[in-house]
């Protein structure tokens, strides 16, 4: 079965600053999806980035990127020139081995200063 | 582009009360439609998906069930609603686009069970 293991319950960042949130992942398939999602306090869980498994490259998003590591299994989330609105929950996601659902890390939550 | 909704946004019921949540998605047909809980300060968990009219399928055993009486809509439902099955409760929708399998989320729907 699959698993996300996010270990950082918080991150402190200064404005401007590039923080790292990591995510490592666990799954005997072969194909699998990673993803990265933001969820502010209103609740809403909003897309950030996709990583598929045969992709050579690291995904990018404007000031995301995702470090993927596929021997260390794992999917790092950077986010460049961090903003006040950067603050809220990250969660980490792979895709069921049917490709049916997501699996969710705990999350963590990044807190942004001026 | 394609939009989703849920109603209500929040809700407060009495322990033992029914429970009817909606959520419907515009602008695509024929999607992946799942419902999520996400108990206070943690991350998401999988209660149904649907892959189309009438097609239900159900992760976690429960006194909560789904229905699909329309392409784009979907609701949760309970008889006897639990203290347990307070929570955030997010429908999602699967866009296989530009990134394969990834899932959008509506605003949710936070219910408190007293």
């Known amino acids: 079965a699959q698993k996300i293991t996010q270990t950082q319950p918080g991150m402190f960042v200064q404005e401007k600053e590039a923080v790292t949130l990591d995510c490592t992942y666990d799954?005997?398939?072969?194909?699998?999806?990673l993803f990265w999602y933001k969820q502010p306090s209103s609740g809403e869980m909003i897309f950030l980035i996709y990583q598929g498994s045969y992709d050579q490259q690291n995904a990018t998003e404007g000031r995301y990127s995702l470090n993927f590591q596929k021997a260390r299994k794992s999917a790092n989330l950077v986010i460049s020139a961090s903003q006040l609105g950067d603050s809220a929950m990250y969660f980490c996601?792979?895709?069921?081995?049917?490709?049916?659902?997501?699996?969710f890390g705990k999350g963590t939550t990044l807190s942004v200063s001026s | 582009s394609q939009t989703i909704h849920q109603w209500p946004a929040t809700l407060v019921q009495p322990v033992g009360s029914p429970l009817s949540l909606e959520c419907t998605v515009e602008?695509?047909?024929?999607?992946?439609l799942y419902w999520y809980r996400q108990a206070a300060g943690r991350g998401l968990q999988l209660l149904f998906y649907?892959?189309?009219?009438?097609?239900i399928s159900s992760e976690v055993p429960q006194n909560l069930s789904a229905s699909r009486p329309q392409d784009r809509q979907f609701i949760l439902s309970s008889k006897k609603l639990l203290l347990s099955d307070s929570g955030f409760y997010l429908c999602a929708w699967v866009d296989r686009g530009r990134f394969q399998e990834t899932q959008y989320f509506g605003p949710g729907t936070r219910l408190l069970v007293l």
């Open positions: 649907s892959v189309g009219i009438g097609q």
């Open positions: 996601a792979i895709s069921n081995q049917a490709g049916t659902a997501l699996i």
């Open positions: 602008g695509t047909s024929n999607p992946n």
């Open positions: 799954t005997s398939d072969p194909s699998y999806g």
